[in-house]
């Protein structure tokens, strides 16, 4: 009789353990976080504008008729690239004479250092009078000056043919072109208008007060205004020391990843990120719950049993919210196991079981 009595309550414990397990599984499952002190920082909301780092409007250094134009609007462009020249004939002509005054002069210049070089090896005071010696040699002298007047004005020139031709100064994109063929251009005239857009900042008004407390540990998350894209974080480049006094504000210039897709003159939104230097007790966002009636709470679950926890809901007070964070100023000591998923039917009381684990 024994053995039958102790096999039916082996039999009966199994059954009791196997359906504790069932009734567990049938709990809901939440996902808990601990609640944990951390920096408490400020948000900022900022709007800002992208522009290109360089953005030249090229003009010509000499008078001339356009004689070649070699891009339109939208063009990209490599630097040295030939974007306009000008009628450079009578240029070209006037080079060719330096050159030619410069080439004479060379061989003025020769013949006065073989008479030179002759006179003295006849010998002075032998068979040619010194002052010949002296003559020839202020000759040459003069010469070498001439020739060196005619080399700098054939240098010159050639700085006068070179500026027919507008080359691009860098990289980028034609983004204006005021000039056509057979226009007539003087210095200043603005032919065309190129833009780097591979050189791209964010510029940003930020209030003055934020000025001293931005700082290596500052974030600055960026998305494109009206674009369906994921903010990116970018790099605090500068801060301009200038405040506009009708404004208040100083400039925050960023450099942004190239998977930042946007483009110069376009708009930006941006959230600046500063830390207040005070640590505070956090919960995520998606622990808090809100009332019509305006109370805040959270569900802190207990261990209850084994894989089961016991809930209940905790009326809180929260301050500042930053990055899908809110800051608790009071109701909760740290340390709590708050429920940040599984969190919508829950009452007080209920048993759940423990889905995974949040992590911060």
């Keep these: 009789m024994k053995p039958i009595v102790r096999r039916l309550g082996?039999?009966?414990?199994?059954?009791?353990?196997?359906?504790?397990?069932?009734?567990?599984?049938?709990?809901?499952?939440?996902?808990?976080?601990?609640?944990?002190?951390?920096?408490?920082?400020?948000?900022v909301s900022l709007n800002g504008t992208v522009n290109a780092l360089r953005t030249s409007r090229l003009s010509t250094a000499v008078a001339?008729?356009?004689?070649?134009?070699?891009?339109?609007?939208g063009d990209r462009v490599t630097?040295?690239?030939?974007?306009?020249?000008?009628?450079?004939?009578?240029?070209?002509?006037?080079?060719?004479s330096a050159r030619a005054e410069a080439a004479e002069a060379r061989a003025r210049l020769q013949e006065a250092q073989r008479r030179l070089a002759e006179a003295r090896s006849v010998g002075a005071g032998r068979n040619i009078a010194a002052t010949e010696v002296s003559a020839r040699e202020s000759e040459v002298a003069a010469t070498e000056a001439a020739l060196a007047r005619l080399r700098a004005e054939?240098?010159?020139?050639?700085?006068?043919?070179?500026?027919?031709?507008i080359e691009a100064p860098f990289d980028g994109v034609v983004s204006?072109?005021?000039?056509?063929?057979?226009?007539?251009v003087t210095p200043g005239d603005e032919l065309l208008t190129l833009v780097d857009i591979t050189n791209l900042r964010l510029d940003f008004r930020v209030p003055e007060d934020y000025y001293q407390r931005i700082s290596d540990n500052s974030e600055l998350v960026v998305?494109?205004?009206g674009a369906d894209q994921e903010p990116v974080p970018v790099t605090i480049?500068?801060?301009?020391?200038?405040?506009?006094?009708?404004?208040?504000?100083f400039l925050v210039r960023a450099k942004g990843p190239e998977e930042l897709d946007v483009l110069s003159g376009m708009g930006v939104q941006a959230t600046l990120r500063v830390s207040t230097g005070e640590q505070g007790l956090t919960v995520s966002r998606d622990a808090i719950n809100r009332y019509p009636d305006g109370r805040v709470t959270v569900w802190i679950a207990d261990s209850a049993e084994e894989d089961l926890y016991k809930v209940r809901e905790k009326r809180i007070e929260v301050g500042s919210s930053f990055d899908n964070r809110?800051?608790?100023?009071?109701?909760?000591?740290?340390?709590?196991?708050?429920?940040?998923?599984?969190?919508?039917?829950l009452e007080d009381g209920a048993r759940v079981r423990l889905a995974e684990r949040g992590s911060r």
């Design 64 to 73: 001339g008729l356009v004689e070649d134009v070699r891009v339109e609007t």
């Design 176 to 184: 204006d072109r005021a000039s056509d063929l057979g226009e007539w």
């Design 223 to 225: 998305q494109a205004k």
């Design 326 to 345: 809110m800051e608790v100023l009071s109701g909760l000591e740290g340390g709590e196991e708050v429920v940040i998923r599984g969190n919508e039917s």
């Design 10 to 43: 082996i039999l009966a414990g199994l059954w009791c353990s196997s359906l504790s397990q069932a009734l567990a599984q049938d709990r809901p499952g939440v996902e808990l976080e601990t609640v944990e002190e951390s920096v408490i920082v400020t948000e």
């Design 237 to 249: 480049e500068s801060l301009v020391p200038v405040s506009d006094p009708q404004a208040r504000t």
């Design 79 to 96: 630097q040295g690239d030939l974007l306009i020249g000008l009628d450079d004939e009578q240029a070209e002509f006037e080079l060719g």
């Design 154 to 165: 054939e240098q010159r020139r050639q700085v006068v043919l070179d500026r027919h031709r």
